[in-house]
């Protein structure tokens, strides 16, 4: 039995009024609230819309629901599976 991982990688798909889409490597179909910062910050939707259009995976914690902030290579945080 494989476990699954709390972090996985997906893509942003699609962009709705109050949520994200996304996909997984597996296929499968996430969908993501926005945060309530995203209101306010202008820059917020264009990034979105530009990680949608270059098809870059980003990671995401499945246990938080939401799209994390540091990327692949950041060793500030260590993320620990036992």
Sequence with gaps: M???SSI???RIIGIKKAKIV???EDDEIILVEKP???KRDRNFSKIMDDLR???LW???NRK???ILKYDWLD????????
């Design 2 to 4: 494989k476990k699954q």
């Design 8 to 10: 996985v990688p997906v």
């Design 22 to 24: 996304c996909e997984t």
């Design 36 to 38: 309530k910062m995203a």
């Design 53 to 55: 259009h270059s098809g």
């Design 58 to 60: 980003i990671p995401f």
């Design 64 to 66: 938080l629901k939401k």
């Design 75 to 82: 060793d500030s945080m260590t993320i620990l599976e036992f």
